[in-house]
């Protein structure tokens, strides 16, 4: 069977699932380790994902829904609430406060809406910072040893099945969203926001979700982070944690949920492996991006289509994809010049 069609059978989630429980018979302390972060960024790159590869939100706040996550599943964990029901109200809480990031989304779009985002995300990790009576500061605090059903998670190995249980059960159901009416709505948008409006797509309620969903991906990631390195400080969310996350998207490939989870395995390993040369992570990571956006503008998921490794699935909803009709209304959109005075301002119709 070709790599292509077993991705495309039914059986391929069941077959994920069994190969993730396998995992830990395989790996020693150090590769569980780096597994388990390998697992949280999938959840927080789909958040980036869904916000910029196919709402086509240029927001980079994602990295701020990691730190109120991580925060709020550590703090909440104290009092000694079910780590299940720490990690959903870490979500829920980033995906709130998106919304509220989102509302400038309403009247803003591209470089307007990433200076408002990015400005956002440093005033959160400055309150992140300076808020030392709940987050101990920029001493960090640690994160409680995780409690499911009753065992005590002290080792990595036991903190895996937890990550990797709730990782493919929100990987399955962002891949159930995005093939609705949810994703579709979310690409029309990206392609052209006046035909989405004709099209009845209500923008600002679909802008809305898209933020929320993408906050509630990046606050639950961020909690199991938390959980996975037992400690954190308010610089693990800074600038530079949101250039990994959009390097995550852009070697993994723009649009691609596949994607997300090839650019988490290798830029989470990426550092492992160059751990000689930690001084020039920054400057890797720059390197790479201009690399792959000059050379592979679709990422390593559509370079791998390209020569029939992947199935042509693996890029549904892609940033090149667009729904026909919305294509075809974008193009009499585009002869008549609409709406290319608000756009160039920033603004929305």
């Given at each position: 069977?070709?790599?292509?069609?077993?991705?495309?059978?039914?059986?391929?989630?069941?077959?994920?699932?069994?190969?993730?429980?396998?995992?830990?018979?395989?790996?020693?302390?150090?590769?569980q380790?780096?597994?388990?972060?390998?697992?949280?960024?999938?959840?927080?790159?789909?958040?980036?994902?869904?916000?910029?590869?196919?709402?086509?939100?240029?927001?980079?706040?994602?990295?701020?829904f990691?730190?109120i996550?991580?925060?709020t599943?550590?703090?909440?964990?104290?009092?000694?609430?079910?780590?299940?029901?720490?990690?959903?109200?870490?979500?829920?809480?980033?995906?709130?406060?998106?919304?509220?990031?989102?509302?400038?989304?309403?009247?803003?779009?591209?470089?307007?809406?990433?200076?408002?985002?990015?400005?956002?995300?440093?005033?959160?990790?400055?309150?992140?910072?300076?808020?030392?009576?709940?987050?101990?500061?920029?001493?960090?605090?640690?994160?409680?040893?995780?409690?499911?059903?009753?065992?005590?998670?002290?080792?990595?190995?036991?903190?895996?099945?937890?990550?990797?249980?709730?990782?493919?059960?929100?990987?399955?159901?962002?891949?159930?969203?995005?093939?609705?009416?949810?994703?579709?709505?979310?690409?029309?948008?990206?392609?052209?926001?006046?035909?989405?409006?004709?099209?009845?797509?209500?923008?600002?309620?679909?802008?809305?979700?898209?933020?929320?969903?993408?906050?509630?991906?990046?606050?639950?990631?961020?909690?199991?982070?938390?959980?996975?390195?037992?400690?954190?400080?308010?610089?693990?969310?800074?600038?530079?944690?949101?250039?990994?996350?959009?390097?995550?998207?852009?070697?993994?490939?723009?649009?691609?949920m596949?994607?997300?989870?090839?650019?988490?395995?290798?830029?989470?390993?990426?550092?492992?492996?160059?751990r000689e040369?930690?001084?020039?992570?920054?400057?890797?990571?720059?390197?790479?991006?201009?690399?792959?956006?000059?050379?592979?503008?679709?990422?390593?998921?559509?370079?791998?289509?390209?020569?029939?490794?992947?199935?042509?699935?693996?890029?549904?909803?892609?940033?090149?994809?667009?729904?026909?009709?919305?294509?075809?209304?974008?193009?009499?959109?585009?002869?008549?010049?609409?709406?290319?005075?608000?756009?160039?301002?920033?603004?929305?119709?």
């Open positions: 069977m070709r790599i292509s069609a077993f991705f495309e059978t039914r059986w391929f989630p069941a077959l994920f699932l069994l190969f993730l429980l396998v995992i830990p018979l395989t790996t020693n302390n150090y590769f380790f780096v597994i388990n972060l390998v697992l949280c960024y999938v959840l927080i790159g789909f958040g980036q994902q869904l916000i910029l590869g196919y709402a086509g939100q240029f927001s980079f706040a994602n990295a701020a990691m730190g996550g991580a925060y599943t550590s703090i909440i964990f104290t009092l000694n609430v079910p780590i299940l029901i720490a990690l959903m109200a870490g979500g829920l809480l980033a995906a709130l406060v998106a919304c509220l990031v989102g509302l400038p989304a309403l009247r803003l779009s591209r470089v307007y809406l990433a200076l408002a985002t990015i400005a956002f995300g440093e005033m959160t990790t400055w309150v992140l910072t300076h808020w030392n009576s709940v987050t101990k500061g920029g001493d960090g605090m640690y994160s409680p040893v995780p409690v499911f059903f009753g065992y005590s998670l002290d080792t990595d190995t036991e903190r895996y099945f937890l990550i990797a249980i709730v990782c493919f059960v929100m990987v399955m159901i962002a891949q159930r969203m995005l093939a609705s009416k949810f994703g579709r709505a979310f690409i029309a948008i990206r392609e052209n926001e006046m035909v989405a409006s004709c099209n009845g797509i209500n923008i600002p309620l679909y802008k809305t979700i898209a933020f929320a969903l993408s906050g509630f991906y990046a606050g639950v990631g961020g909690g199991l982070y938390a959980i996975a390195v037992n400690y954190i400080v308010p610089d693990n969310y800074d600038l530079f944690q949101l250039v990994i996350h959009f390097a995550l998207v852009m070697v993994g490939g723009l649009g691609s596949y994607g997300v989870i090839v650019g988490a395995l290798v830029l989470t390993t990426l550092p492992e492996v160059l040369f930690q001084h020039y992570q920054e400057m890797t990571y720059g390197v790479l991006l201009i690399l792959f956006i000059v050379f592979i503008p679709r990422g390593l998921a559509g370079f791998l289509k390209d020569r029939r490794i992947l199935p042509r699935e693996i890029l549904v909803h892609g940033w090149k994809e667009e729904i026909p009709h919305v294509r075809e209304a974008a193009k009499t959109a585009a002869v008549f010049n609409v709406g290319a005075g608000a756009e160039d301002r920033g603004e929305e119709h």
